[in-house]
């Protein structure tokens, strides 16, 4: 650890996620669904990118301009790869928060975003970004913010305590985080052995330490739980520290959380429907639920729609299906009990893969006798399922093909060689879409020019072979030959030319 790192792990490169709660494209609906006017936005930035994998493809799926920093050098060179290949309005910062908010030639943002920081800073570094918020998010803008939420984590606050300073006092500083992190956990595992008291009280640390002990990938666990900040807080406190940059509280940005009725009960749910005082409310949903993560949106100022203005506006969002058609639920499958019938309407007339707007829809979805209730839950439930998700529009989709087709094109290539993250972008939804690293291999041999599943499956297997990545058969035996694995990779690039493919060309991603 260094000291411009304020506490922070800099000596591990962050994963390389893909966060979709990001995308501002996706703010419209539930913004709408609260009864206010969903921003409109030029400029975004994010604060704390990691590796800008989320930041890249937002900038490249869309026709706004992104900014944003990030201390960590190395993760910003990565980040700086990527836009410099799709060639999107990406302005990428190494510097630490206290420096780039204090910059001069930032414009004012309609969208500050961040993802996984918010718990692991320091007070001073959540003051300037507080400070930051207040100066520079617009009128009408919108805050994402993450966290780790009380009363989930309340048990593991002493505990974590204590992983940390087994490993700053215990370990040697010349071992290498897996070390360091595996001789940590395994101390407190001797701990909770003993049957200490504290365990006895809190019977869920057990499961949660053992959670964190099976979860080998060692870059996330570091900055998980070994930052020297680590502050789950109730969502009244972050009520607090974003109450003078004047923020309300809009609703989560992460759609199955906005269906927090179905995880309650009768009694809870007219418990909570008493609670006037929106603070309360969902601090007291929290606890209903036991919230780990809070993935929220925040507006500074607001427009509150009619009624009449909010379907209006509703009509014209567009809708897309993200899963291919041999994984979309069946109505009679026992697996998905919780999807109403007007679902599986909705999913029969997105079937065909193009975008829709809610508005082209609804006289088909009326004809089949579903009313504007209806169609909106089935509509907020395909969404929370990852099904569909929101579409830009046409003019949107052709700004945004061109840097796409170029940032696909590197991880096309990136994917012959290693195995970082698990995602390609749709200038369709202008976000990632999550794709094996078996299909990502058919889609490389695809844009190099090879036509026939079996060429795919030849092109694939010397790239798992690279990796040291081997396939296993029906029976779970290892593949051992070329051969073998090259039958099997035929099969399944079979079934990807038939299903997954469509939506891949659909979603504009090849
Ligand atoms: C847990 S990671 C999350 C990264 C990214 N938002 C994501 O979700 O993939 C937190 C990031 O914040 C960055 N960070 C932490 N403190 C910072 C500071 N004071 N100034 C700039 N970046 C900081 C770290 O380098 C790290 O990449």
Known sequence: MSDWSAGYVTDIGYNYGYYAELNPLRLNLPFLQAGLAPASIGNACELGFGQGVSLNFHAAGSALSWWGSDFNPSQVLYARTLAAASGAPAHLFDLPFAEFCQRQDLPDFDFIALHGVWTWISEANRQVIVDFIDRKLNSGGVLYVSYYTLPSWVAMLPLRDLLLLYEQRLTPRSASWAQRIEESLGFAEQLLACQPAFAQANPQVASKLQTIRQNKNYAYLSHEYFNRDWQPITFSRMAEWLSPARLNYVCSAHPADNLYQERLSAAQVSFLAQISDPIVRETTLDLLVNRQYRRDYWVKGSRALSSAEALHLWQQQSLVLTVSADKLPQPTAQSNPSLPAACFVLLRLLADLQVHSIGSLLPTLR??????????????????????????????????????????????????????????????????????????????????????????????????????????????????????????????????????????????IV
């Open 367 to 508: 004809a089949a006798g579903l009313t504007l209730e209806q169609i909106q839950e089935a509509i907020h439930k395909l969404l929370a399922n990852n099904f569909v998700q929101a579409a830009h529009s046409s003019e949107n989709i052709a700004h945004a093909r061109a840097m796409a087709d170029r940032l696909n094109g590197l991880l096309l290539d990136w994917v012959q060689y290693s195995d970082t993250f698990g995602f390609l972008l749709s200038p369709v939804t202008g976000g990632g879409i999550a794709l094996s690293k078996i299909e990502r291999l058919f889609l490389s041999a695809i844009v190099q020019g090879h036509q026939e599943p079996r060429e795919w499956a030849r092109f694939a297997d010397p790239c798992l072979n690279a990796l040291g990545q081997r396939l296993v058969d029906a029976q779970g035996n290892t593949l051992l030959s070329s051969a073998q694995q090259v039958a099997q990779l035929t099969l399944l690039a079979e079934e990807f030319r038939l299903h997954k493919l469509p939506l891949c060309q659909a979603l504009q």
